[in-house]
């Protein structure tokens, strides 16, 4: 996926669900904030993801800022709707690939990406040509756009996405999403569909698969239990 038609997605961006349709290259942010550049709040081995995402070594993760859903209690605010970070081009998001490989890093971990899909694409094909070889993971919020997740089809190994509610009324309540259950089955299906089999490397680190986790509100066990 070259720079022309990286453009041309984000001329009329429908990354995400919302499909706010702004043309992004022209500096206007639809509801995830961002505009065509890229912007990254951090990139550091990161120890405390599931255990066999992180294991002993850590996880190379990578904080994209902005965020298409948004939650109240978002433990990333100042990344997600605050906007910190710095823009960094697509080769210098390639070179953080491999330098964390060169470290040790277990896999490269994609934080809130749903709304970079683009450059993260051409990012990996830049750094599987010179070399890259660790497992992918795409960690989400679980409100992702199918026809999205169909690009990113043999890039990704591990899917690793929340599915936060069942019901409208907290959704809207916390994340202004009435329709989060709808999108995020219909996502994990695509997750599922994509990844097919689930592997992990003798030292238990998985390299395949897909983690579906859910946090239970205050004030929602029943909706926790539905789901």
């Known amino acids: 996926m070259d720079s022309l038609i990286i453009k041309n997605i984000l001329r009329d961006c429908v990354l995400c669900p919302r499909e706010c349709h702004v043309d992004r290259t022209s500096g206007k942010r639809g509801y995830c904030k961002t505009t065509g550049e890229l912007v990254v709040a951090r990139a550091a081995l990161h120890m405390w993801e599931e255990p066999c995402i992180s294991g002993k070594e850590g996880s190379d993760t990578v904080f994209f800022s902005g965020c298409a859903l ?3 209690y978002c433990q990333n605010r100042n990344i997600s709707k605050g906007l ?4 960094i ?5 390639a070179e953080i690939f491999l330098e964390f490989q060169g470290k040790g890093a277990n896999n490269i971990n994609l ?5 970079y ?7 990996l094909n830049i750094s599987h040509k010179n070399g890259l070889v660790l497992p992918i993971v795409y960690n989400c919020s679980g409100y992702e756009k199918v026809e999205t997740l169909k690009l990113l089809e043999g890039y990704v190994d591990i899917y690793l996405p929340d599915l936060k509610y069942m019901s409208d009324e907290p959704a809207m309540k916390y994340s202004n999403c009435k329709n989060y259950f709808t999108v995020a089955a219909a996502e994990i ?8 089999e689930t592997s992990f490397d003798e030292r238990g680190i998985m390299q395949k698969g897909v983690i579906v986790r859910h946090l239970t509100l205050p004030g929602c066990l029943e909706d926790s239990k539905e789901l």
Do not use: D, W, Y
């Not at 910190?84 to 823009?87: E, T, V, W």
């Not at 081009?89 to 998001?93: A, D, Q, W, Y």
């Not at 934080?111 to 709304?115: D, E, G, I, L, N």
């Open 70 to 72: 948004g939650c109240v």
């Open 117 to 123: 899909v683009p450059h993260i694409i051409e990012a």
């Open 111 to 115: 934080v809130t990406p749903s709304h």
């Open 84 to 87: 910190a970070g710095s823009n």
């Open 89 to 93: 081009t697509i080769e210098r998001l």
């Open 189 to 196: 299906e695509e997750m599922v569909r994509q990844v097919q």
